[in-house]
């Protein structure tokens, strides 16, 4: 069996929570909902990031 490395785990939870408000704040810059974006961010994180920097602005139209 595997031993898992509980520091790596947390810092690496923690580096995905701090992308995926990341995401939330890029969409609310881009008129977007901002809960919505960060209950998304935090379950796609680097996804949701790259989502949120090519999604069109609202604010533009």
Same mark, same amino acid.
């Given at each position: 069996? =595997?031993?898992? &490395?509980?520091?790596?785990?947390? /810092?690496? %939870? /923690?580096?995905?929570?701090? /992308? *995926? =408000?990341?995401?939330?704040?890029?969409?609310?810059?881009?008129?977007? &909902?901002? &809960?919505?974006?960060? *209950?998304? *961010? $935090? $379950?796609? *994180? =680097?996804?949701?990031?790259? =989502?949120?920097?090519? %999604?069109?602005?609202? &604010?533009?139209?």
């Amino acid at each position: 069996m =595997t031993e898992i &490395n509980w520091q790596l785990f947390w /810092i690496l %939870m /923690i580096l995905h929570c701090v /992308i *995926g =408000t990341a995401a939330a704040f890029v969409a609310k810059s881009k008129g977007r &909902n901002f &809960n919505l974006w960060f *209950g998304w *961010g $935090l $379950l796609g *994180g =680097t996804i949701a990031l790259v =989502t949120a920097f090519l %999604m069109p602005d609202k &604010n533009l139209d």
